[in-house]
């Protein structure tokens, strides 16, 4: 089914950094997304309304798309001529679909950890359901810090086209976060054969055993659709955050935390299966996975 | 008679406002105002300290590759203090730089065509649709370079924006040789448009211009908007103190220096303070952002600042005639791009990749008892980081933000940079304009 309409768009933002701003800014076809949605307002850009004239409008809202934590307290969240709160009730009542552009403003994620009973996201706090909302049947959450622009995109697409969406437990488009980080990382058969990457800066080696990577327990396809249509975090050698889900940011990002001298075992595996068959592979020692794949001449 | 008016901002909706102060329809004094804060630096206390690398990107979602640089810095610093040897290859550094120029040249574009240019086209009476935000033909178009520059960086930090690439002792990254062909090709994209659409000439054209009248004689954006400015008698507004600083390890400055009008003079971040005066950590404050002085005197950071210092003939051309008003802040920051695509292509044409990515330091995180300072040069100015550490946990850290120079606030007898920019003028537009010009962030300015 082919809208005859735009749909609208209101962009709002709370305790943020911009960062799923820049981030949509990086969509490689704003024009042809331009074709389906009109922003009615964003906070960073020109854009034709104000936020009081959207709000002394009586016509409703296709989208509202929050950016950042959230709170009911002013003196963490304020505008200047009315107060934070009583603007996302407002808006979120005219709106048809609320999305969540990022960590933040799902769970609270990083700016959550200066008050972490007064600052949250939409529906959740960190782990815990209600937010700002206990309910609100209208959120989806495009977790990440930040979101992919095409996560954001394709979901607003859906939404658009009339297209069903199914939401996982954290109200996040299974499209997306059934995947792993883990899959389509091209350390992937270090990882099966357990060899670590022994050192920063090489394209070799696992950074799930020393270097805190949590591509196997991160929900998201980062490398399956790469970031900036070019790459990922862990193609260049740097750990996975975890920055979908919503523990992010933990502490000791960049070191593995140990049980018993073993890693915490990836998503949905068994402790069982996952150190049998680790004890087993740990036997073998695979010289061409201990050398360079090659040596670069110049 | 005077009135007082308090205007809010439209760009920087609910985030920052202007309080004006007028007299004899002029404004007398502004007080700027950020009213969120964040708490950034309180969030990294008690976390071990390579999670400033992750932790302190997501101060700025636009500069944010400008904050690892300087927390690597910070920690390498750190590390030194103690006596650690930290070799960075010459690869790691090129790689750095890379990343950084490539995060300027979008932040410079962004700023041009998302905020600059629709004013500037406004002051015409044009209604301009090429430029309309999402939708406008010349808006995409910048919307896409942008993507592309980053497409570049992204291959060597993974993503953008938050990548991480920094490591202690290097860059995490290993390209390939195809991977730096990759990266040219999408710069090569970059500097294609820049010569058609901004400059109107060739970057090597460009960056040969020693006198304003060249600039005059182009055809490109640039071009259009320092006409436009002159033509509407809005070139010799914002003038501030016409003092300069830039603290930050660019490529062709090592040391810090600052500029006292044309003079370029050494300079030494021990006379680096932060000051709480009216903010809300203090009795009376009205605002979450703090101020930075250097010996207790304000001074200007940013594009401006570092093309005075380096003595860029064609920006000192524009300050012979226009001091440091807003039509030479314009014309520094959009100048930058053209060196910085021409120091970007050089790396890309000399990296060795058979010199190494990283030379880790092999002594145990948990054994650092240390105080290190990074800096950096971000899009909009001098970034410095400071870190303390013991046994491997951070126990303090402080960040200056480039804004936190320009857009603090002093007093009405000694203004700050902006404030000073700003007292004077006669239009509520033209205020708007010179705050614009500074490249208003509050998410940096609040941390």
């Known amino acids: ?298 | 008679m005077k009135k007082i008016t308090k205007e809010l901002l439209q760009r920087i909706e609910g985030e920052a406002t202007l309080e004006l102060d007028w007299e004899d329809d002029k404004i007398s004094y502004a007080k700027i105002k950020f009213l969120n804060f964040r708490g950034i630096e309180k969030i990294l206390e008690n976390r071990p300290f390579l999670d400033a690398l992750a932790i302190t990107p997501r101060v700025c979602g636009i500069c944010n590759t400008s904050h690892i640089i300087a927390a690597i810095n910070a920690i390498e610093d750190a590390y030194m203090s103690m006596g650690v040897d930290i070799k960075l290859s010459k690869k790691a550094k090129q790689i750095r730089e890379f990343a950084l120029n490539a995060e300027k040249i979008q932040n410079h574009i962004k700023w041009l065509y998302f905020s600059i240019l629709p004013e500037i086209l406004e002051l015409n009476g044009e209604d301009d649709t090429n430029i309309k935000a999402f939708e406008g033909k010349d808006w995409i178009k910048a919307q896409k370079i942008c993507s592309e520059i980053l497409k570049a960086m992204a291959i060597f930090t993974g993503q953008w924006p938050h990548g991480s690439f920094c490591m202690i002792g290097g860059v995490t990254c290993d390209p390939t040789r195809g991977d730096i062909y990759e990266a040219m090709r999408y710069l090569e994209n970059v500097i294609e448009f820049c010569e058609k659409e901004i400059f109107g000439v060739s970057i090597e054209e460009f960056l040969s211009f020693d006198s304003s009248v060249q600039l005059m004689g182009t055809t490109g954006s640039l071009q259009k908007t320092v006409g436009t400015m002159v033509e509407h008698n809005v070139s010799h507004i914002g003038k501030s103190y016409d003092r300069f600083i830039s603290l930050g390890e660019s490529s062709s400055k090592k040391r810090p220096k600052k500029c006292l009008v044309t003079r370029v003079i050494n300079a030494d971040i021990s006379f680096v303070s932060e000051s709480l005066k009216n903010s809300f950590f203090e009795e009376d404050g009205y605002t979450y952002s703090k101020s930075a002085m250097y010996k207790n005197k304000y001074f200007e950071t940013g594009p401006i600042a570092r093309m005075m210092i380096v003595k860029n003939p064609l920006i000192r051309d524009f300050h012979r005639k226009y001091k440091d008003s807003i039509l030479t802040r314009v014309v520094a920051r959009v100048s930058e791009v053209a060196h910085l695509l021409n120091k970007s292509k050089k790396i890309l044409e000399k990296i060795k990749l058979s010199e190494p990515s990283c030379i880790s330091p092999s002594i145990p995180y948990g054994s650092i008892n240390a105080t290190g300072i990074g800096r950096c040069e971000a899009a909009r100015g001098s970034l410095l980081h400071k870190i303390e550490i013991t046994r491997g946990m951070i126990t303090s850290y402080d960040i200056i933000t480039p804004t936190v120079w320009n857009l603090g606030n002093g007093s009405k007898e000694e203004p700050a940079i902006a404030q000073k920019a700003l007292m004077g003028i006669e239009e509520i537009c033209e205020a708007d304009l010179v705050f614009k010009a500074f490249d208003v962030c509050a998410v940096c300015t609040t941390q």
């Open chain 1, 1 to 298: 089914m082919k809208p005859d309409k735009r749909s609208t768009i209101v962009w709002l933002q709370g305790l943020t950094c911009n960062g799923n701003s820049h981030s949509f800014f990086n969509y490689p076809s704003i024009d042809i997304f331009s074709k389906s949605f009109s922003i009615l307002h964003h906070p960073q850009i020109k854009t034709p309304f104000s936020i009081e004239e959207i709000l002394a409008s009586d016509k409703d809202i296709d989208f509202l798309v929050i950016e950042g934590a959230l709170s009911r307290s002013d003196d963490i969240l304020s505008r200047f001529d009315f107060s934070f709160e009583e603007l996302l009730e407002k808006l979120s009542k005219k709106a048809k679909h609320i999305i969540c552009a990022g960590s933040c403003a799902s769970y609270g994620g990083i700016f959550r950890l200066q008050n972490e009973k007064k600052i949250f996201g939409a529906l959740f706090n960190a782990k815990e359901s209600g937010g700002f909302w206990k309910e609100n049947s209208k959120v989806v959450n495009i977790s990440g810090c930040p979101m992919h622009p095409r996560w954001f995109v394709e979901t607003l697409l859906k939404l658009h086209f009339g297209d069903k969406l199914s939401l996982d437990e954290y109200k996040r488009p299974k499209e997306v976060y059934s995947y792993l980080v883990h899959h389509g990382c091209l350390r992937n058969e270090y990882f099966e054969w357990k060899v670590d990457c022994n050192d920063y800066g090489l394209r070799e080696g696992c950074l799930f055993y020393e270097h805190g990577c949590q591509g196997p327990m991160t929900h998201a396809n980062c490398n399956k659709i790469l970031w900036n249509t070019v790459s990922s975090k862990t193609r260049v050698g740097s750990a996975c955050l975890g920055c979908t889900e919503f523990d992010f940011p933990k502490k000791r990002l960049y070191e593995t935390p140990k049980n018993m001298s073993l890693p915490a075992t990836p998503y949905g595996i068994s402790r069982r299966a996952y150190y049998s068959v680790t004890g087993v592979i740990k036997g073998f020692k695979i010289d061409r996975l201990e050398k360079r794949l090659y040596e670069e001449d110049n």
